[in-house]
Every structure is written in structure tokens, then in C-alpha cells.
């Protein structure tokens, strides 16, 4: 199994999208037999699923991400998992254990969709005061 963690430094990005890179990790008979790590390549509908389904991705996992882009990537064949936050490595392990718990997505629906307008950030939960 190939899987793409959304990542932001050494921890899970809270959106898909707008992550800086991607933590690809492959597993295989409960190991993790390869990893890498891919810079971002760009927050354009559609772009992403077809982008790391090309590379033999199985499953992402983010905090969160819209419903729209979860169609796209189960289109794509890729399940994904949402709801997720702590550290990359703790997120690895988790995988392999078999204890990682999602929930529900962090990011709220975008400001401007449909408006030809831009989101520069997502409305996480830790972004309100």
C-alpha cells in the first residue's frame, strides 16, 4: 500500500491542498519498506488526485479537505482519511499498528468557491478566536 500523509514540517498539514509537501510511505506486510517526500505541486481541482494517483497512491491522509475533494480522489481510486492530526512519525506508526483514528474533517466549505475566487487559508478549528 502507498500512502500520501499531507505534511506541514514534521507534522500532518490540517488541509490536503494547501500542505506544503506530501510524505509518500509505502508498506508492505505491516513494514514500512520505502518513504519519500514530495514538495506540493499546487492547489488546482483535480490536480492532486490525478497528481499522486499517478505515483501509486493508494490512500491520503489529512486533517481535512472537502467534500468535492474527496469525490475527486475516490474517482481516482484513492480512499481518504481524514480527521487526523500529531506528528508524521506518530501518524507512521499508527498506519502500521493498525491504531490510527481519523474523524471528521478540520476544514470547514471554502470562502469564494464557486465565486472565481481564491482561498488563501482554511477555517480551522484552532484559527478561531
Do not use: W
Not at 498506519?95 to 482554511?122: F, H, Q, R, W
Amino acid at each position: 500500500m502507498r500512502i500520501a500523509i499531507s505534511t506541514d514540517g514534521e507534522s500532518v498539514s490540517a488541509h490536503f491542498g494547501r500542505c506544503p509537501a506530501f510524505t509518500i510511505v509505502d508498506i508492505e506486510n505491516g513494514k514500512v519498506t520505502g518513504r519519500e517526500e514530495l514538495a506540493n505541486p499546487g492547489h488546482h481541482p483535480g490536480f492532486l488526485p490525478r497528481f499522486l494517483h499517478e505515483r501509486g497512491v493508494n490512500c491520503i491522509i489529512a486533517g481535512g479537505m472537502g467534500q468535492r475533494a474527496a469525490q475527486l480522489f475516490a474517482e481516482q481510486g484513492i480512499e481518504s482519511f481524514m480527521g487526523v492530526s500529531g506528528s508524521v512519525e506518530d501518524v507512521i506508526n499508527g498506519i502500521v499498528n493498525g491504531t490510527l483514528e481519523g474523524g471528521e474533517s478540520m476544514c470547514k466549505p471554502g470562502e469564494g468557491k464557486g465565486y472565481g475566487l481564491d482561498k488563501t487559508a482554511c477555517d480551522h478549528p484552532e484559527e478561531e478566536n
